[in-house]
């Protein structure tokens, strides 16, 4: 064995020591990041037993009326046929809600598959609008709140003006905000929806004059499955997806949302969604370009 | 000659899987795209993750390294694949974001790392790789015979 002078030892031992405590500050940090993980998971997993018993109520209940509805339709005598009106429109809602919750539902479990992809076309927003809207029309009848539509784009071709982006997307993001709205307004009052445009992006905004959001629960509300439980409508409807799948959904349009809200005096959102190129960076879009140039690499 | 082949653009947070021959693209930055490829079968598999662990409150979508990780791999399993069959190759991973912010947050190697540690955990070798530097990456991935063509882009992609 070769013999350090004590020098040579000292400096040996605390580049070992130095090293050691490197490997320690890592190790510490990687169970850290492993702990929060396990926390992150763990509570995900009761959120998660939350949301089935959640959502099994938001399928099996409507489901119910709609059987109960149609069965008592079934044996309504002839002399009592308006009764059947108010029915049918109760089956309606019932199945719209349902309809919408497992719309919304699919979306998430795509999203989770990793199978979510734009589908970019020209879309006429003016008229994506109004069928969002209109979907929405009986049951703001019913309760009584009016949509107001501001569509201050002034360009265009005739009335119309065209927007390249996914339309189905665009319209769950816009339904599930305009659900929002009415599912926290209170009766007879109105929801705002606002769209403008600054350069190329694409703007709409949905206001409405409900409860409004605490500063605190504005942070939370993007959460999947968290839901706040300060509806207004005596049943809370809602499995606490839709602003997750809203967030995701923009995420792939490369588009973003916030929210203003005070608590009492209602809530806007506001999305703001870039107009979608045809070309992605490097790739053309449909273009057949898988023949490389020279001096590509090969794994 | 590759007319034989269907092609697949692969978005970020999103994966892809066929056991038919396809190429699939994509384009990398910080994001980390790992191929699985199948020895034994001759398919494979590509994700795109952008951040290396799930946040536990967005949707727990292949956005996030540990997802996309797994999921990529129970989608290979689901189509007869086993385990010790499967080779990895990992791209991208860049710092593209200027680091002279200071407290840069080094995505893209903690991206790398994600992939690393999981890989080495679940016994998938790494046969190739191209990961870090400055510049994205655009990769086509041929899911029959496991090859990837890979280039710098000049360009800056996130």
């Keep these: 064995m070769s013999n350090l002078s004590d020098r040579q030892l000292l400096r040996e031992l605390r580049l070992r020591l130095e090293e050691r405590?490197?490997?320690?500050?890592?190790?510490?940090?990687?169970?850290?990041?492993?702990?929060?993980?396990?926390?992150?998971?763990?509570?995900?997993?009761?959120?998660?037993?939350?949301?089935?018993s959640n959502i099994s109520n938001e399928i099996v209940n409507p489901f119910t009326s709609i059987l109960g509805l149609s069965k008592a339709i079934l044996s309504v005598e002839k002399n009592d046929w308006k009764k059947v009106v108010s029915m049918v429109a109760l089956i309606h809602s019932e199945a719209f809600n349902l309809d919408f919750q497992l719309r919304n539902i699919f979306v998430a479990a795509k999203i989770e598959a990793g199978e979510i992809a734009p589908?970019?076309?020209?879309?006429?927003?003016?008229?994506?609008?109004?069928?969002?809207?209109?979907?929405?029309?009986?049951?703001?009848?019913?309760?009584?709140?009016d949509i107001e539509t501001q569509f201050n784009i002034e360009h265009g071709f005739g009335k119309n003006f065209y927007f390249k982006t996914d339309s189905e997307k665009l319209k769950l993001v816009l339904s599930n905000l305009i659900n929002n709205a009415l599912k926290y307004s209170y009766k007879d009052s109105k929801v705002i929806v606002k769209l403008w445009v600054d350069d190329d992006v694409l703007n709409a905004s949905v206001q409405d004059f409900g409860t409004g959001i605490s500063e605190k629960n504005q942070k939370i509300i993007f959460e999947r499955f968290k839901r706040l439980d300060s509806g207004i409508n005596s049943i809370n409807r809602g499995h606490g997806l839709g602003l997750s799948i809203t967030k995701a959904l923009l995420d792939v349009l490369e588009g973003n949302i916030e929210i203003q809200s005070q608590k009492g005096e209602g809530s806007t959102f506001t999305v703001n969604l870039p107009e979608a190129k045809n070309i992605i960076e490097g790739f053309s879009g449909e273009g057949n370009d898988i023949f490389f140039d020279e001096g590509d690499e090969i794994f | 000659m590759e007319n034989k082949y269907l092609q697949h653009f692969l978005y970020p947070s999103s994966l892809f899987v066929s056991r038919e021959p396809y190429v699939i693209k994509t384009i990398l930055g910080s994001c980390v795209g790992i191929c699985l490829w199948d020895k034994r079968l001759k398919y494979g598999g590509l994700n795109h993750y952008m951040l290396p662990n799930w946040n536990g409150n967005d949707l727990a979508s292949p956005k996030y390294g540990n997802i996309a990780i797994d999921k990529l791999l129970e989608r290979m399993l689901y189509l007869g694949s086993n385990i010790k069959d499967l080779q990895a190759k990992v791209f991208g991973g860049g710092e593209l974001l200027e680091a002279s912010t200071g407290n840069s947050t080094l995505i893209g190697e903690r991206n790398i790392r994600v992939a690393r540690l999981m890989l080495e955990e679940r016994k998938i070798p790494i046969v190739a790789s191209s990961t870090g530097g400055k510049r994205g990456r655009k990769i086509l991935f041929f899911t029959d015979t496991g090859e990837v063509r890979h280039k710098f882009l000049e360009k800056r992609v996130y």
């Design chain 1, 21 to 52: 405590k490197k490997l320690d500050d890592e190790l510490t940090e990687l169970s850290r990041d492993f702990q929060g993980v396990t926390k992150k998971l763990k509570e995900s997993e009761a959120l998660k037993s939350h949301f089935i």
């Design chain 1, 119 to 145: 589908n970019i076309t020209k879309v006429n927003i003016r008229s994506l609008v109004q069928t969002v809207i209109d979907s929405f029309n009986i049951i703001s009848r019913k309760m009584g709140i």
